[in-house]
């Protein structure tokens, strides 16, 4: 995704809608990371909590509040009308 909080939102955002950010929308997804990578460095239980949901452990060479913050950015992108298909 890259290394840079812009290169890996845009990265995600064109993994889920197939399309690329606007300059309208690129702010937002970056003011989310920072959110929430704020909040999980400041409540290391909620990202603990996080992590343990789902199939696949989370890698422990990972730094979990990174990974929390982008795993609320990968929620938020996966519930974007943008990405829901309609059959």
Not at 43 to 52: E, G, N, R, T
């Amino acid at each position: 995704g890259g290394d840079t909080d812009s290169a890996r939102a845009q990265w995600a955002y064109r993994q889920v809608t197939g399309t690329e950010l606007t300059s309208e929308q690129l702010p937002l997804l970056t003011e989310l990371i920072e959110g929430q990578r704020g909040f999980f460095a400041s409540k290391s239980s909620d990202a603990d909590a996080l992590l343990k949901i789902g199939d696949t452990p989370a890698d422990p060479a990972l730094d979990k509040t990174e990974l929390a913050a982008f795993t609320a950015l990968a929620q938020a992108l996966i519930n974007l009308d943008a990405h829901i298909t309609l059959r």
